[in-house]
């Protein structure tokens, strides 16, 4: 008796690795990280070259003696180190409650159906859109910038976590109830695991979506942070200095980005993010 299943596996693996494509060469895997030097080194000559207007894209050359002139007088730091305050409070107050509620609707259908409308009609709503509220009711102070970055971290959190528990095999919550565990343990040693990626995956959208809403903030009102620092050189015209504001943000992002990776691989270790 013949059988198939060699010719159908071996067309089966061809096809996959056509469909994968071919792996970058070990050139490419040099290069990649390099590319915006390269970026870079083009909008440098473009802009001493005339191609581009330097009044508003001047040299990264220029752009980058103002950023070691904020560095050396510490006003960069300040503002830095400002922001980067408001974000993590701000994570950690609308994380936490992201999660612990993202658990419950996950694993607790009537919260879905109950409340689940509620929350899908919040979503739509610009954060930043809130702030002259915000801005009402707690003041100009940190309050109000702590408040509107929790607010856009949640909704991360919370659909991440939730559709983490969702997607969890039904089996893992009926062996926990089959042991007489109860509904903290499974919650705490079924769902929360389960969940780890996706929750991981919110985190990571929650920490660029929160650079974007307290820059925008930090815009309207506020007198320190690196938000304030991009729009103070907007109104006295100093593009170079606006520049570095964001790069700024988008180095914090980027560092903030690679800190939760890192976690993520120590603590998921299981996850092929």
């Given at each position: ?28 895997k040099f290069i990649g990280p390099f590319s915006p030097l390269l970026l870079l080194v083009v909008w440098e000559a473009a802009s001493r070259g005339g191609l581009l207007d330097a009044r508003f ?66 979503l739509p709503i610009p954060k930043i859109a809130i702030l002259p509220l915000l801005l009402l009711i707690f003041g100009v102070e940190e309050t109000s910038k702590y408040v509107i970055v929790a ?123």
């Open positions: 008796m013949t059988t198939t299943d060699g010719p159908k596996s071996s067309a089966r693996e061809d096809l996959e690795r056509r469909l994968r494509g071919r792996r970058p060469g070990s050139a490419l894209f001047p040299p990264p050359t220029s752009i980058a003696g103002t950023f070691w002139e904020l560095l050396t007088t510490g006003t960069l730091l300040e503002h830095s180190l400002i922001t980067l305050t408001r974000v993590g409070i701000g994570i950690v107050l609308g994380g936490v409650p992201g999660l612990v509620l993202g658990i419950a609707f996950g694993a607790v259908q009537w919260l879905r159906v109950l409340a689940g409308p509620i929350f899908a009609s919040l607010i856009g971290v949640f909704f991360y959190i919370f659909y991440n976590t939730m559709g983490g528990v969702l997607q969890t095999p039904p089996i893992y919550f009926d062996v926990a109830r089959t042991s007489g565990a109860s509904r903290w343990r499974t919650w705490s040693t079924v769902a929360l695991p389960a969940a780890l990626p996706s929750i991981f995956t919110g985190l990571k959208l929650a920490v660029g979506g929160a650079f974007v809403v307290i820059a925008a903030s930090e815009f309207l009102g506020s007198r320190t942070g690196v938000g304030y620092m991009i729009w103070s050189a907007w109104q006295t015209l100093a593009v170079s200095k606006m520049f570095v504001g964001i790069v700024t943000i988008s180095l914090l992002g980027y560092l903030a980005g690679l800190l939760v990776a890192l976690v993520e691989r120590r603590l998921v270790p299981w996850s092929r993010q």
